[in-house]
């Protein structure tokens, strides 16, 4: 038996008794539920997209009704999965698929990739699980298992590496059973194959496995180039009047792209200087720790609460130097595109 079809072989006789089941989009050959559930899952844990999953498909039951809706809508829905440029890509390739191809995704791999926010492994999984199309998919668990099954010893930080890599894992791909081999492989990187610590004991792969032969599972992948956490801290102005709070939404690129929130400051002494002279009073509130990918960032809110009896033009004046948003009800701000840790502050 050859190493590609001991692979297979093992793969699909695995998940055929220990797959994962049950999951919300799973047994469905609808391009559009695959596609939203592989956009959801990228750097995502399953536990948190279940219900994200199900919520999104519950407004938007297919691509034209997302295609159609405001992105403020789909941020709104899309509110603490993180990653938001997912959500932008999401709804830029919806109107692509509904303008460009009669609102029918298109069934080659080569051509989905072509669409926004659909990478190399998201064009392969769409196209083997809704068509059957031959073609393998390399997404972050099946590289780690790929990897240490074949002792696959390359820095994959390089791109021709990582190329190498594409090419042995699309000669294992089966005649046969792609559907099945394509969603074992997940699995076993979701359950078994994991980063660290990995259940080695159980896995159906584990007699032609080069890295537990080895005993080093956890050395594969190899990826030297790791990207330096740094670290920022700003001020976050939560200015409010009663029940209405100033917001304003961030530019499209960068970090929370797109998403409405409360006006950002370098430092404490910089809004400070420019509140001096505002009617009311200020309060700062415990600071707010979160990491995102590439940094930790400590955010600092300050409430300043207007008085409620205060004339349009002071209030103009104070608004004007901030940056351009709207005065929005507490409550209609919970139902827009808010950054998670913000609607947490908000709701509290």
């Not at 399953?46 to 999104?56: E, H, N």
């Not at 995102?292 to 960032?297: G, Y």
């Amino acid at each position: 038996m050859s190493t590609t079809s001991g692979i297979a072989r093992r793969v699909l006789r695995w998940r055929e008794q220990f797959g994962r089941q049950g999951l919300p989009w799973q047994d469905t050959r609808d391009p559009y539920r695959v596609w939203l559930s592989e956009i959801m899952l990228q750097q995502t844990q399953v536990a948190t997209v279940r219900d994200y999953y199900t919520r999104f498909l519950q407004r938007f039951p297919d691509v034209d009704s997302l295609a159609a809706a405001p992105l403020d809508d789909v941020l709104a829905l899309w509110s603490g999965l993180g990653y938001y440029s997912r959500a932008r890509n999401l709804h830029r390739c919806a109107q692509t698929v509904v303008r460009d191809y009669d609102r029918v995704f298109p069934a080659r791999s080569e051509v989905l990739i072509s669409l926004p926010g659909i990478g190399r492994s998201t064009a392969a999984a769409i196209a083997a699980f809704c068509h059957g199309e031959r073609v393998a998919i390399l997404d972050g668990n099946v590289k780690r298992v790929l990897g240490r099954a074949l002792g696959f010893g390359a820095d994959l930080s390089q791109a021709a590496n990582e190329r190498a890599l594409w090419q042995q894992a699309q000669a294992l791909v089966p005649a046969r059973g792609v559907e099945a081999y394509t969603q074992g492989l997940m699995d076993l990187g979701a359950t078994l194959c994991l980063a660290r610590r990995p259940h080695c004991d159980r896995c159906p792969l584990a007699d032609v496995c080069v890295a537990h032969q080895q005993g080093q599972a956890e050395a594969y992948p190899v990826k030297l180039r790791r990207t330096r956490r740094g670290a920022r801290a700003h001020v976050l102005l939560w200015l409010s009047q009663g029940e209405r709070l100033w917001l304003v939404q961030r530019p499209a690129k960068g970090v929370w792209g797109g998403l409405w929130s409360l006006p950002e400051f370098e430092s404490v002494a910089a809004l400070h200087s420019q509140s001096t002279g505002w009617p009311g009073q200020g309060k700062t509130l415990p600071s707010i720790e979160h990491a995102l990918t590439h940094f930790d960032w400590t955010l600092q809110p300050l409430r300043w609460r207007l008085p409620l009896r205060l004339s349009a033009a002071r209030v103009q004046a104070v608004t004007q130097g901030l940056p351009d948003g709207q005065w929005v009800e507490r409550s209609t701000a919970l139902h827009k595109g808010l950054p998670a840790p913000v609607r947490k502050l908000l709701g509290a």
